[in-house]
């Protein structure tokens, strides 16, 4: 972690390592996935698993598949906020999407943790192996420095 600045309030902001950004995405279950559609930005909210150095999700028929048939390249942003504080950490990893189709991979797609939240079928996997990271956090230094009675 380096802190890259410490504001008036006390705040500081920190870019986060990769080790660290890795670290992070094994901790959440709930991510944005990113594409384009007709040229313009879409976000989607997906359950996820990080394991074995991929991001995966099930998805049904629609963009997010269609996306992942063309090896788009997508970005998956995963983040942890507390509303009083407005401290928090947000990781953003950028790759290549792949459906899972051959055997083997099927095969490893049912060991995961990954079960549907959404109605509808969620048949195929996507997985997602970052080859960019980007970590940032957000601390409150002041905390750090006072002792509560």
């Known amino acids: 972690m380096t802190l890259l600045d410490l504001g008036a309030d006390g705040r500081g902001f920190e870019a986060l390592d990769e080790e660290e950004c890795l670290a992070l995405l094994t901790q959440k279950t709930i991510g944005r996935i990113a594409l384009t559609m007709q040229a313009m ?23 997010k598949l269609t996306a992942a048939t063309e090896h788009t390249v997508v970005a998956f ?23 899972l189709t051959t055997p083997a991979d ?39 420095s006072h002792s509560w009675p």
């Open 77 to 99: 942003q995963v983040d942890d906020i507390d509303a009083v504080t407005h401290c928090g950490w947000s990781v953003l990893a950028v790759g290549i999407a792949r459906a």
């Open 106 to 144: 099927l095969a490893w797609a049912e060991t995961l943790p990954l079960r549907p939240w959404a109605p509808g079928s969620k048949d195929h996997v996507v997985r997602l192996v970052p080859e960019f990271l980007s970590g940032r956090r957000i601390t409150d230094e002041t905390k750090a």
């Open 41 to 63: 930005p879409v976000v989607f909210p997906v359950n996820y698993c990080f394991i074995d150095g991929a991001i995966a999700f099930r998805t049904g028929e629609g963009m």
